[in-house]
């Protein structure tokens, strides 16, 4: 599923940093003290791929921190009319292609006036964010910050076991060890499972710590999000097990 997370991100959670200084020993020392991810702006053209910087101990994730009012020279302009949301709505899409990963910034004199009204930026912000809607539907996430960190940071460092038998597939993920050193959780998961082209249906759904549980199976138009692929949500507070059948 593509994650596009159109907020502001700027967490302490020992998650996410606000900017910092990006020497390869500034960005071990963040790491050291829990950061997994920093705001920055050293891929603006492709803006929607996690991006990960390494350093002498590690990595960290740098998620391009765009300006809702560079987004568009339109967008800082003072009259009343809408700009035209068309060379936007070309980025968004450009972006979410990349990996669906986008950060808007916008300060509240980016969004609003002296006197309380909106300006063309809020404006234009309001068509993106009902253009993804309208596309998009439920394949679309508006995380926190830190919970788009983390699940990127779990993306890119779980272990992951598949087995298939039957007209059953079972997953075991394994979050990285650093999660349970730093008390590490994500409440608002998903997790997108490959299917076979056979399958018409999904009959049930198990998820847990250990041993699996039975889940409800939500419906039919939420579960797929593409051909041959089920989303499913889910908690993670340490080793998970999932279990899809289908027929």
């Not at 003072?78 to 068309?86: F, H």
């Not at 993670?236 to 999932?242: D, E, F, Q, S, T």
């Amino acid at each position: 599923s593509r994650e596009v997370s159109l907020r502001a991100a700027a967490f302490w959670a020992t998650t996410v940093t606000a900017r910092m200084p990006d020497s390869p020993a500034a960005l071990g020392a963040a790491s050291e003290a829990g950061f997994i991810a920093m705001l920055g702006g050293r891929h603006p053209d492709d803006s929607g791929r996690p991006y990960w910087i390494a350093h002498p101990t590690g990595e960290i994730l740098d998620l391009e921190n765009t300006k809702i009012t560079g987004l568009a020279a339109a967008a800082e302009s003072t009259a009343d009319a809408d700009p035209d949301p068309a060379p936007e709505i070309q980025r968004l899409e450009e972006a979410i292609e990349q990996g669906g990963v986008l950060n808007l910034r916008g300060d509240l004199p980016d969004l609003f006036r002296g006197d309380g009204a909106v300006t063309p930026a809020y404006r234009l912000l309001a068509r993106l964010l009902q253009r993804v809607d309208d596309r998009y539907g439920p394949e679309v996430w508006y995380p926190s910050g830190s919970d788009l960190a983390l699940w990127l940071d779990l993306r890119r460092h779980a272990r992951v076991a598949r087995s298939e038998r039957a007209n059953v597939i079972e997953l075991r993920i394994e979050p990285p060890e650093s999660w349970s050193a730093a008390g590490h959780t994500l409440d608002t998961a998903a997790i997108g499972v490959r299917v076979p082209a056979r399958w018409k249906q999904i009959s049930e759904v198990a998820i847990g710590g250990g041993e699996a549980r039975r889940a409800a199976v939500p419906s039919w138009g939420w579960v797929w999000a593409g051909p041959r692929r089920v989303v499913l949500p889910c908690v993670v507070r340490g080793p998970l097990r999932v279990r899809v059948t289908g027929g």
